[in-house]
């Protein structure tokens, strides 16, 4: 047994690590959105909305945010027609976690990790944004094609970001870069 342990060590220490980050990030997380009304939005979604109507503004579009007066979502009116709603979810944070948790499972010099998981974390922050607004036109002129749009290729493109940090994160600055 002693024999696995030891051949298996960076694997148990990459799971433990990932896990252990991953797991105090997450309630972290849970305890700030525990820290609003059942029916209130958070902070950050609502940044969110305020950045997504800021890009929609720079392009002329006729958008409105607002928050529901039921519900815990604010809701998307792009040109007088309710088409989407921001919702916790929608924020990136739970991508962020799942991104600095590996980052922190593999890290590499302590500047240079956390420089990496800041500057990480701002790009999928913006490109969360970005793709929130995009949505926004294309579910507008297309909404028979909401679960392909919504549950496929944004999804696509946001993971497929962040896996290519990770891979650009282990070749270049962790402490397995060779």
Same mark, same amino acid.
């Given at each position: 047994m002693k024999k696995y342990l030891?051949?298996?060590?960076?694997f148990l220490i990459f799971i433990g690590t990932f896990f252990s980050a991953y797991i105090v990030l997450t309630l972290l997380y849970k305890f700030y959105l525990n820290s609003f009304a059942t029916n209130d939005v958070d902070g950050i979604t609502?940044?969110?909305?305020?950045?997504?109507?800021?890009?929609?503004?720079?392009?002329?579009c006729d958008i409105k945010i607002q928050k529901s007066?039921?519900?815990? =979502?604010?809701? &998307?009116? =792009?040109n007088k027609k309710f088409t989407l709603r921001i919702v916790e979810g929608c924020n990136a944070i739970s991508v962020i976690i799942l991104f600095a948790s590996f980052v922190i499972a593999f890290s590499g010099k302590f500047k240079t990790t956390l420089l990496f998981i800041v500057a990480g974390s701002i790009l999928i922050y913006v490109l969360?944004?970005?793709? &929130?607004?995009?949505?926004?036109?294309?579910?507008?002129?297309?909404?028979?094609n909401e679960h392909?749009?919504?549950? &496929?290729?944004?999804?696509?493109?946001?993971?497929?970001?962040?896996?290519?940090?990770?891979?650009?994160?282990?070749?270049?600055?962790?402490?397995?870069?060779?």
């Open positions: 030891v051949q298996f060590k960076p609502n940044v969110v909305g305020h950045n997504v109507k800021q890009i929609m503004q720079w392009f002329n007066v039921l519900y815990p =979502y604010l809701e &998307v009116w =792009y969360n944004v970005l793709r &929130v607004a995009i949505l926004t036109v294309l579910l507008f002129r297309f909404p028979e392909i749009l919504h549950g &496929v290729l944004f999804p696509l493109i946001i993971y497929g970001l962040v896996f290519i940090l990770w891979v650009f994160w282990v070749n270049k600055f962790s402490k397995y870069a060779k």
